[in-house]
Every structure is written in structure tokens, then in C-alpha cells.
């Protein structure tokens, strides 16, 4: 089980899975953060490997309930 002291998101997987909560593809993310698609899905993996969650909407779901994302 994760503690909500032991994850430390980066701003860009904030922002990543703030876009996710909008319902966003990794290519649109991409086009808004002006970043390519694989470094959407970069940063989602690493966001998802954090929050021990298999998918992006579990890992947005996760860091909103522990109140990582503003």
C-alpha cells in the first residue's frame, strides 16, 4: 500500500493526469503541453509505477483521493 508521504508527483505528471481527469488522450495532452505523446505516456508511467496502479484513470482517481493534484 502506498503512503500519501512517499509519493511525490512531478509537476508534469500533475499536469499529465490533471488532463487525464478531463477525459484527454495522450495525443491531445501532448498537443496542449506542447510535448510529444511519448512524453505524455513517460510521464503517465511513471505517475502509475508511483500510485502502484495498473491504468491512467486508476492514477488519477489515486492522486486526487491522496490530494496530489490542485
Known amino acids: 500500500m502506498v503512503d500519501v508521504q512517499e509519493v511525490v508527483l512531478s509537476p508534469r505528471e500533475k499536469q499529465c493526469l490533471q488532463w487525464v481527469e478531463e477525459g484527454k ?3 491531445e495532452i501532448g498537443v496542449i503541453l506542447k510535448i510529444t505523446e ?3 505516456n513517460f510521464h503517465l508511467k ?3 509505477r508511483k500510485l502502484e496502479v495498473t491504468t491512467r484513470i486508476q492514477a488519477a482517481i489515486k492522486a486526487r483521493r ?3 493534484l490542485d
Open 38 to 40: 511519448n512524453t505524455v
Open 46 to 48: 511513471n505517475a502509475m
Open 25 to 27: 488522450s495522450s495525443w
Open 66 to 68: 491522496l490530494k496530489l
